[in-house]
């Protein structure tokens, strides 16, 4: 690949899991990779690693600005490809749940998003081509117990990017979506804070039920079932980044084919019993 032909691509949430693999796999495949993340230390590290990494913090539209800035600078004004990755959870029952929690969680696992894309749109429908990867989750298909803060902005992200990937025809600009399951990453140990913050789950009404959800937060340590590592994502990404004609949708592990596949056959009131049947 000539330094003419060599793709470009911005990655946010690149401090670790899903991100930081999907950066370093793509540049073994030969693209120019700009490897964000939300905090200066990460970036220093990833610098030291090699990687260009603009500081973009989700929450912050200062960062979302000037992180893409900076990527345009290097490039002469022009972008192939964006990644849309990094998210966080608040676990807690829905009723838990605080007006400010759920308006901080959409502030970056949506609005973050939707806010790089509209600032790209304009770069890619210039140059006539590009390709805008959203991470949703196998619960943006179906909903889980515990996680509805989390469920909420990723069905947001669901129906934003079909909508988007509409309206996009003809503009040689693809919206991709692609649904993980249970991969490999620090998504529950980051959670803690958030859940510490803003979930007083001693005086719910439902604070007898949370004894499993406090496991699973402060003492489970090994992987889910069917838990695949964040290579499996990257795979994915490689497809809908380098196909000729990319899916709308990838899934990614097995519990995401099947959710998939029950969301689509099932009866809500049976995919409900299914759901929680874990």
């Not at 029952?93 to 790209?120: C, K, Q, S």
């Amino acid at each position: 690949m000539t330094g003419e032909d060599v793709r470009s691509v911005l990655i946010t949430g690149c401090s670790s899991g899903i991100g930081y693999d999907a950066a370093h796999g793509l540049r073994a495949r030969g693209w120019r990779v700009f490897a964000s993340c939300r905090q200066a230390k990460d970036c220093d590290r990833l610098r030291a690693d090699g990687f260009a990494s603009p500081l973009i913090d989700y929450a912050d539209t200062a960062t979302v600005e000037s992180g893409l800035a900076e990527v345009l600078a290097a490039t002469g004004g022009t972008l192939d490809a964006v990644f849309n990755n990094g998210a966080f959870a608040i676990p807690a029952a829905v009723e838990d749940v605080p007006r400010d929690a759920l308006r901080a969680i959409f502030e970056v696992n949506l609005f973050g998003y939707h806010d790089l894309t509209r600032r790209v749109i304009p770069v890619m429908r210039k140059q006539g081509h590009g390709r805008i990867v959203n991470c949703s989750s196998i619960l943006g298909l179906v909903g889980a117990k515990w996680r509805g803060a989390y469920v909420s902005t990723k069905f947001a992200m669901e129906g934003l990017s079909d909508v988007l990937r509409i309206e996009m025809r003809g503009t040689g600009i693809e919206i991709i979506l692609i649904e993980p399951g249970p991969i490999t990453s620090r998504i529950r140990a980051n959670a803690i804070p958030h859940f510490e913050r803003w979930i007083d789950w001693q005086v719910s009404a439902r604070a007898g039920q949370y004894a499993s959800l406090l496991h699973r937060l402060y003492e489970a340590k090994g992987p889910d079932r069917f838990e695949l590592p964040a290579s499996a994502v990257t795979a994915v990404l490689v497809k809908a980044l380098e196909s000729k004609r990319p899916k709308a949708r990838y899934f990614v592990t097995t519990p995401t084919w099947v959710m998939g596949f029950a969301r689509r056959v099932l009866p809500t009131r049976a995919l409900d019993w299914v759901i929680s049947k874990g």
